[in-house]
């Protein structure tokens, strides 16, 4: 048993909106996890559009885990977006070079960290992640949010800025999805027990998690 082939770009017959991105992307400080797919009918390929103020000299990356599905125009804004806000102007002087490189010690508004997005993450259409914004496993980004920090495990966020809506599942069901972490199965199991994972049947998830650990 297996799924489609992680190798493939178009991993679904006659569909070329849809691409798995680890096979995309070729940034070295762009992380993408096996069967994470970008869906946009304007061009797929082109994801690292997506990406911006990303500077190889800041360093910043952005991880994105496996299995998540990231709808037409979610956007990741990198640290390099970051002014100096506690200057008296915000304008980057010393990203131009010549004599206003002297401005280039108060160049930055500050480093936040990496952009990491957990597995089995969705994230709806036209979204916005600021920098160093940490979204965990199974978590919802609602169309047109912008997330301006972290989201917990299985919550769904939306609004500007993005705020709790609800969690998908009570904190028995959560807890049981992390300890479980299906997306670090091989291929053949997670292919054999996706009766269970694509219904909301507690009993079975588990057992499944029962058996797991004999």
């Keep these: 048993m297996s799924g489609p082939d992680t190798r493939s770009v178009f991993p679904m017959k006659n569909i070329r909106s849809l691409c798995f991105l680890n096979n995309v992307v070729v940034n070295p400080y762009i992380e993408i996890g096996d069967y994470t797919y970008y869906d946009d009918d304007d061009n797929p390929l082109d ?3 997506n990406v911006l103020y990303h500077f190889d000299f800041i360093g910043d990356k952005l991880k994105i885990g496996k299995f998540c599905a ?22 980057p002087f010393g990203a131009f070079g010549g004599d206003w490189e002297v401005g280039v010690p108060n160049l930055s508004g500050g480093y936040k960290g990496d952009t990491v997005v957990g597995n089995d993450v969705w994230i709806g259409y036209n979204a916005s992640i600021m920098p160093g ?35 998908r599942f009570d904190e028995e069901t959560i807890a049981m999805l992390q ?21 909301n049947d507690t ?12």
Aim: aromatic content about 10%; charged content about 15%; hydrophobic content about 45%.
């Design 47 to 49: 994801f690292e559009k």
């Design 70 to 91: 990231i709808a037409a125009k979610a956007k990741f804004i990198m640290n390099g977006a970051n002014h100096n806000t506690n200057a008296f102007t915000t304008f």
């Design 133 to 167: 914004v940490q979204i965990g496993d199974g978590a919802i980004i609602a169309s047109n949010a912008v997330v301006t920090k972290d989201v917990l495990p299985y919550s769904i966020v939306g609004g500007n800025p993005a705020k709790l809506i609800r969690y």
């Design 179 to 199: 300890t479980l972490k299906w997306w670090d199965w091989d291929i053949q199991k997670i292919t054999e027990y996706i009766p269970v994972l694509t219904s």
């Design 203 to 214: 009993e079975a998830l588990k057992q499944l998690i029962q058996s797991s650990q004999s």
